[in-house]
């Protein structure tokens, strides 16, 4: 059974710092594209980065240059270091992967920007 589950999320002050964990298994984390997105209040669900098996990544235009994701595959866990946060960053952050026409996220962690 594929589980995924997120951490760090917390209030932060405009121009903070968070990192998010997210701990995987039941799957081959290794060989797995993982990806991380974001729900804020009202809106869909968006897209914010992904890491490849073999460590390249991408990003969103939105976050571009200030959040970096990474992975440790010895650790199955993936990480997404969010810098000078802005309040449309709220959001509840998802960590994801698919495999073979299936997706999977975990349920979330919510991370508010706000003074």
């Known amino acids: 059974e594929v589980q995924l589950v997120e951490s760090g999320g917390d209030l932060v002050q405009p121009g903070g710092s968070l990192r998010l964990s997210c701990a995987a298994s039941?799957?081959?984390?290794?060989?797995?594209?993982m990806r991380w997105a974001r729900q804020a209040p009202a809106k869909g669900l968006e897209w914010v980065s992904n890491i490849s098996s073999d460590g390249r990544t991408y990003y969103a235009d939105s976050v571009k240059g200030r959040f970096t994701i990474s992975r440790d595959n010895a650790k199955n866990m993936v990480y997404l270091q969010m810098n000078s946060l802005k309040s449309e960053d709220t959001a509840v952050y998802y960590c994801?992967?698919?495999?073979?026409?299936?997706?999977?996220r975990g349920q979330g962690t919510q991370v508010t920007v706000s003074s």
């Open positions: 994801a992967t698919s495999s073979g026409g299936s997706s999977w």
């Open positions: 039941g799957f081959t984390f290794s060989r797995s594209v």
